[in-house]
């Protein structure tokens, strides 16, 4: 019985991590591409709106990666009436919510191996 909550326990817990990391990163890598050319696309045709939204306080200019700046870009309905330009934010507001998913989905994987590893501990089963 040992053996069997030892190898369930360890079984989880590289699933649940190496899976959710590896998730992670493909949805990070995705998501690349849609951002980098909205900022692309913003930079073209609307030159100011990319200059606010890439611009981080006074000292660092255009062109900085500013994520919060970004993420409220896509969120509000500036330019909409702009076809690419919807495609690009509605693409990315479906990626951006899929990432969070995937990082509370998370939390409820960890937390059930958490959960089996105290049942074991509650049967005597020693630890990994």
Same mark, same amino acid.
């Not at 909550?5 to 817990?13: E, R």
């Not at 989905?105 to 049967?123: P, T, W």
């Given at each position: 019985?040992?053996?069997? %909550? ?7 817990? %590289?699933?649940?991590?190496?899976? %959710? ?5 493909? @949805? ?20 100011? +709106? ?9 000292? @660092?200019?255009?062109?900085? +990666?500013?994520?919060? +700046? ?22 990315? +507001? ?20 958490? @959960?089996?590893? %105290? ?10």
């Amino acid at each position: 019985m040992d053996h069997v %909550f030892k190898v369930i326990t360890t079984l989880l817990a %590289f699933a649940t991590v190496g899976s %959710f990391v590896a998730a992670g990163i493909i @949805i990070a890598f995705i998501m690349q591409m849609p951002w980098w050319k909205l900022h692309a696309y913003l930079k073209k045709h609307y030159p100011q +709106r990319w200059e606010e939204i890439t611009t981080i306080g006074r000292l @660092i200019g255009p062109g900085a +990666r500013n994520g919060p +700046r970004t993420i409220r870009y896509i969120y509000d309905d500036r330019e909409i009436d702009d076809p690419s330009i919807l495609k690009l934010k509605l693409t990315l +507001r479906k990626l951006w919510s899929i990432a969070l998913k995937l990082f509370i989905a998370s939390f409820g994987c960890i937390l059930l191996v958490i @959960i089996i590893d %105290f049942v074991a501990a509650a049967l005597g089963v020693k630890g990994m």
